[in-house]
Structure formats: structure tokens, C-alpha cells
């Protein structure tokens, strides 16, 4: 199986800047979409950005643009998401996820089921 690890949530004050990172195991498929989610209780998952490994294809939620950036270093295993210009509705729990093959377009990248792989999460707070 693949393993998601997520780290470097906390808790920020309004305007400020966190940067999530997810290690993912080696045995990840070179084609692959990366995906960050979050979700607070209650409320339904919700997708944040996502990115094709092969081409560095990126998506954005429309909540986020501007403010948030995917990346990926393959040499590390490393996929991230720089979070700038925070604000209280960004509070969430927010998860890593993967799937085998692209992110699957404009219709389709933000729709969870699609992934097979997921994380623990790593909680955001912004006050």
C-alpha cells in the first residue's frame, strides 16, 4: 500500500502563512495526481488544489487561488502546500491524497472518490 504522512499544521493568526508538506512512500506510482483536501465536522470534504506528477499540471479550488501553492519534489517523496494569506474559513483538518494515474481535468480533480490513497490529516487553525 501507499502511505500518506502529513505534517506542519498548527495554529495562525489571520494573514499569516503555514506550509503543509505529505511524504509519500516510495512505491508511489511515477504517474500519479496529488491532491490536498480539508474538512471540518460536520461539513463535507472539500478539495483544495491537486497536481499531475507528470506534467505539473495544477489545480485550484476557486477559495484558494492566490493565496495557496502545490508543489512536489519526486526526489524526496515530498508533496506541499504553501498556505498564505490565511483566514479563519481555512481552518480545517487537511488531508493528502493520491491516486494512480492523472488528476483526470477541470471536471474531475476535486471529486474525493477519486483517490485511492489517504493521509491522517494535520489540523489548521487560523484565529
Known amino acids: 500500500d501507499v502511505q500518506l504522512v502529513e505534517s506542519g499544521g498548527g495554529s495562525v493568526q489571520t494573514g499569516g502563512s503555514l506550509k503543509l508538506s505529505c511524504v509519500y512512500s516510495?512505491?508511489?506510482?511515477?504517474?500519479?495526481?496529488m491532491g490536498w483536501f480539508r474538512q471540518v465536522p460536520g461539513k463535507e470534504r472539500e478539495a483544495v488544489v491537486a497536481?499531475?506528477?507528470?506534467?505539473?499540471?495544477?489545480y485550484y479550488a476557486d477559495s484558494v487561488k492566490g493565496r495557496f501553492t502545490i508543489s512536489q519534489d519526486s526526489a524526496k517523496n515530498t508533496a506541499y502546500l504553501q498556505m498564505n494569506s490565511l483566514k479563519p474559513e481555512d481552518t480545517a483538518m487537511y488531508y493528502c491524497?493520491?491516486?494512480?494515474?492523472?488528476?483526470?481535468?477541470?471536471?474531475?480533480?476535486?471529486?474525493?472518490?477519486?483517490?485511492?490513497?489517504w493521509g491522517r490529516g494535520t489540523q489548521v487553525t487560523v484565529s
Open positions: 491524497a493520491t491516486r494512480p494515474s492523472s488528476c483526470a481535468g477541470e471536471g474531475n480533480w476535486y471529486k474525493w472518490r477519486i483517490y485511492s490513497y
Open positions: 516510495e512505491n508511489t506510482w511515477k504517474r500519479h495526481c
Open positions: 497536481i499531475n506528477s507528470s506534467d505539473g499540471m495544477t
